[in-house]
């Protein structure tokens, strides 16, 4: 089993910025895939931002230009910088990680975008 704890939510002002954190731990052997989505209210979960094991990055294009993906594969860990925060950003982020060809989710964090 593979456990994953997320960080770095909260309320922020337009325009502002947030790093989120997602660590996994447990039965990890191989970490393939890990990325972020979000969910806002009515709507369905939608990608974020994701990154390969050999740093390939791939965005919304909501997000591109203003969120930066990054891994310490050291430290199991994917973080995501969010700048220029938009209202439209609001919503609860999920870190996603796919190990041993299988999908671990976050509990989730969430992100309100307010001023």
């Known amino acids: 089993q593979v456990q994953l704890v997320e960080s770095g939510g909260g309320l922020v002002q337009p325009g502002g910025s947030l790093r989120l954190s997602c660590t996994a731990s447990?039965?990890?052997?191989?970490?393939?895939?890990m990325g972020w989505y979000r969910q806002a209210p009515g709507k369905q979960r939608e990608l974020v931002a994701g990154?390969?094991?050999?740093?390939?990055?791939n965005y919304a294009d909501s997000v591109k230009g203003r969120f930066t993906i990054s891994r310490d594969n050291a430290k199991n860990t994917v973080y995501l910088q969010m700048n220029s925060l938009k209202p439209e950003d609001t919503a609860v982020y999920y870190c996603?990680?796919?190990?041993?060809?299988?999908?671990?989710w976050g509990q989730g964090t969430q992100v309100t975008v307010s001023s």
């Open positions: 447990g039965s990890i052997f191989s970490i393939n895939y």
């Open positions: 990154i390969t094991s050999g740093g390939n990055t």
């Open positions: 996603k990680v796919v190990a041993t060809l299988k999908n671990y």
